[in-house]
Each structure stands twice: as C-alpha cells, then as structure tokens.
C-alpha cells in the first residue's frame, strides 16, 4: 500500500508565496514521474508540473517561471514553490505518483489534495 500526503496549502494574498510538500510512504521500491495538478472552482483537473526520477521538469505554460518543482529520491517527497501567486493559481492541488512496490511494475497513485486560496 502506497499514500501520498500533501501539505503547505492555504490562503495567500496576491504576489505572495507558497511552498507545497507531498511525501510518499508505504511499500515503494521505485517512483517515477512525480506530478503536481490542480483543479479550480468549476474547471477540469490540469497538470501543472511534473519531474522525472532524473530530474527532468515539465511545467504547464501558466505557471512556467513562477512556479518550480523538485524532489527528494531519499525522502520520497516532491515539492512545487509557487511564487507570483495571483487569483487564477486557487485551486486544489493534487500530488500523483508513478510508484512500484515490488519490480518494475509501475501504478499511479493520488493523494487527497490541499486548498490553495490567493486573495486578490
């Protein structure tokens, strides 16, 4: 069994900054791609960046500059700084994981989410 805790939501006023966490417990031999998504009052669920085992990032065009994800293979955590918060960045946002527990046979797995709320 594998869970994903997020945490670091709240409310923030414009411009100002938010760290998120999400760190995987449980039987795990490998995570993969570790992504972030949100989804705002009355919109689909979006990616908004997400990191390979090696690093490499990939950001949605909204938040590329302000936002930067990065992980921690030996805490099995990924982290999104969000900076240049504005109005249209609340959401919930979501941690999903690539996690094998025994060989390389890979499933996804999702946390259960934390409020994000910029005020304007």
């Known amino acids: 069994q594998v869970q994903l805790v997020e945490s670091g939501g709240g409310l923030v006023q414009a411009g100002g900054s938010l760290r998120l966490s999400c760190a995987a417990s449980?039987?795990?031999?490998?995570?993969?791609?570790m992504t972030w998504y949100r989804q705002g009052p009355g919109k689909q669920r979006e990616l908004v960046a997400a990191?390979?085992?090696?690093?490499?990032?990939n950001y949605a065009n909204s938040v590329n500059g302000r936002f930067t994800i990065s992980r921690d293979n030996a805490k099995n955590t990924v982290y999104l700084q969000m900076n240049s918060l504005k109005p249209e960045d609340t959401a919930v946002y979501y941690c999903?994981?690539?996690?094998?527990?025994?060989?390389?046979?890979?499933?996804?797995?999702w946390g259960q989410g934390t409020q994000v709320t910029v005020s304007s």
């Open positions: 999903a994981a690539e996690v094998s527990t025994v060989g390389w046979d890979f499933n996804d797995y």
């Open positions: 449980g039987t795990i031999f490998r995570i993969n791609t």
């Open positions: 990191i390979t085992d090696r690093g490499n990032t």
